[in-house]
């Protein structure tokens, strides 16, 4: 029975991949190629395919014999055991991944910029935290996106870098960049996310075992007996249908999660500039959808959208904007209560004017248009407010129509 069950999701494991060869072919050397990302060669993505299929071998085959020991000889409770193996292979594979798997694909060096280095280490302190290293990977050897992450369990981060985001970012905005990922570990979303995760699968696990037993679900596809590797395939399937219709939630959770760490990056780098020239910069080398269908962003998008994220990034700095002049007012000069709050409304009315004002097309190739990160244009004055509005408002109704 068990080892029937292993070479059955073998078998299937081998047929997905090769019907999914051809698409992950044509995904990196078809589509990457003509929007100027892909920078890998055939010889490196056959040594991914390899080591990817390896390591899928060894741990999850390790886990699925378990999993179907568990199923066979596990007695009536066999469900809470399989959960408790999966969140410890959870936890294994969080210490495994930053140490053992991640430098079989990529190279990890420490960053020669001393400057940025002690940077990081500074903010990262601001807040707590201890940096166990902060590592350069050889990210152009595949690809030109851009990303970064930090790893690590406790108060202990081990920082790493994209080359790519090296080369195209100023410091300023990879401080901004890490103080957003340092939001969420203050905020405690990782923690959130995996106690929720927990939870899920405890109940998933649960309707596994009752399902697991019923005869009816393995004679309407033809089964005359219960087998437990095809109930575990058939459930499974069901389970990705029931998945998709819970992928509203999810997206809402993470957007409300991605909200929290910007307004904590706000307040830790004192304003919202970096992080909203790092955000219009990142949208510029990964050829972000600047104007998604509300409906497609509501469904899918674990991140707000760009202009909606910048919006809100300038109405979190009003506060701390206001407060700044209301002490530099008080011990310089007297000036009325309602004028820095004038000027942070122009300051954001200019921003938005300026997004909407200045486009331009990446490399000719997606026609999506994107923000520079600098612009200089002298402010609109009150009496041209009118006019300017309706004239960007067309604009903007141009963009979305011509915008892909």
């Known amino acids: 029975m068990i080892t029937g069950g292993l070479l059955f999701f073998v078998l299937l494991s081998i047929i997905t991949h090769l019907f999914r060869l051809p698409f992950s072919l044509y995904d990196t050397f078809v589509i990457e190629n003509h929007y100027g990302f ?50 410890l292979f959870e936890l294994l594979l969080l210490w495994l991944f930053p140490l053992v798997i991640a430098p079989l694909f990529n190279k990890f060096d420490p960053v020669e910029d001393t400057d940025l280095k002690r940077q990081i280490e500074a903010l990262m302190e601001k807040v707590g935290l201890r940096v166990r290293g902060v590592f350069r990977m050889d990210a152009s050897k595949r690809s030109k996106h851009t990303n970064a992450y930090f790893t690590g ?10 080359d790519t985001l090296l080369t195209s970012h100023t410091a300023r905005e990879i401080l901004a960049v890490l103080a957003h990922e340092i939001g969420h570990w203050k905020k ?3 923690l959130k996310q995996l106690l929720l995760a927990e939870g899920v699968s405890l109940a998933g696990f649960y309707a596994v075992g009752k399902f697991l037993k019923w005869e009816i679900l393995y004679e309407a596809f033809g089964f005359q007996e219960a087998v437990p590797f095809v109930g575990l395939f058939l459930i499974g399937t ?11 939630l999810e997206s809402i959770i993470s957007r ?72 530099l007012g008080s011990a310089s000069h007297k000036r009325k209560p309602s004028e820095p709050l004038k000027q942070v409304q122009g300051d954001k009315k200019d921003e938005i004017q300026n997004l909407l004002w200045r486009r331009v097309v990446y ?42």
Request: hydrophobic content about 45%; overall charge positive; proline content about 4%.
């Open 238 to 248: 069901c389970a990705g249908l029931v998945g998709f219709f819970a992928q509203p």
């Open 153 to 162: 369990l406790g108060r202990s981060k081990r920082i790493v870098l994209y």
């Open 363 to 404: 490399k000719n190739t997606w026609r999506r248009y994107l923000w520079k990160e600098s612009i200089d244009r002298s402010p609109i004055s009150a009496s041209q407010e009118s006019r300017t509005q309706t004239m960007l408002w067309r604009l903007f109704t141009n963009v979305c129509r011509r915008a892909i």
């Open 188 to 190: 405690r979303h990782v």
């Open 38 to 87: 892909n920078t890998m060669t055939f010889k490196i993505w056959v040594l991914d395919l390899l080591k990817g299929i390896a390591i899928s071998a060894a741990l999850g085959g390790l886990v699925l014999w378990l999993l179907l020991v568990l199923v066979v000889h596990g007695g009536t409770l066999w469900w809470v055991w399989a959960w408790v193996l999966l969140g």
């Open 256 to 327: 409300w999660f991605e909200r929290e760490a910007d307004d904590f990056a706000v307040n830790l780098v004192k304003g919202a500039d970096p992080l909203c020239q790092s955000l219009k910069r990142l949208a510029a080398d990964n050829l972000s959808n600047l104007n998604p269908h509300p409906l497609y962003a509501w469904f899918y998008y674990s991140h707000p959208p760009l202009v909606e994220r910048i919006s809100r990034l300038r109405k979190v700095e009003q506060p701390l904007f206001c407060s700044c002049h209301a002490e």
